[in-house]
Nanobody
Framework: QVQLVESGGGLVQPGGSLRLSCAAS????????MGWYLQAPGKQRELVAS???????NYSDSVKGRFTISRDNAKRMVYLQMNSLKPEDTAVYYC?????????WGQGTQVTVSS
């Protein structure tokens, strides 16, 4: 099993930046595809970005060029650098670990983009 704990959310003005962190504990971190998802009020959870253990990245069209996902396998950490934030980025952001049919989730961290 993997336990995930997110941090780094908060209130930021439009155009600002935030860096989310996800700390993983448990075994087998290196086998998981790690991802960040967001869920806005009244909407379904959706993928923001993912990264394989080898570093291959995937981004949703809405964040390409603004967000960067990274991971440190030795430290069991995943990061999401968010730049040029927009009000529509406001959501709860969840860290995810995925391997075959298994998914683990963190508790989420709130990101609010508002002036």
């Amino acid at each position: 099993q993997v336990q995930l704990v997110e941090s780094g959310g908060g209130l930021v003005q439009p155009g600002g930046s935030l860096r989310l962190s996800c700390a993983a504990s448990g075994s087998g971190f290196g086998i998981y595809v790690m991802g960040w998802y967001l869920q806005a009020p009244g909407k379904q959870r959706e993928l923001v970005a993912s990264i394989t253990s080898g570093g291959r990245r995937n981004y949703s069209d809405s964040v390409k060029g603004r967000f960067t996902i990274s991971r440190d396998n030795a430290k069991r950490m995943v990061y999401l650098q968010m730049n040029s934030l927009k009000p529509e980025d406001t959501a709860v952001y969840y860290c995810n670990a995925h391997y075959k049919e298994v998914d683990y989730w963190g508790q989420g961290t709130q990101v609010t983009v508002s002036s």
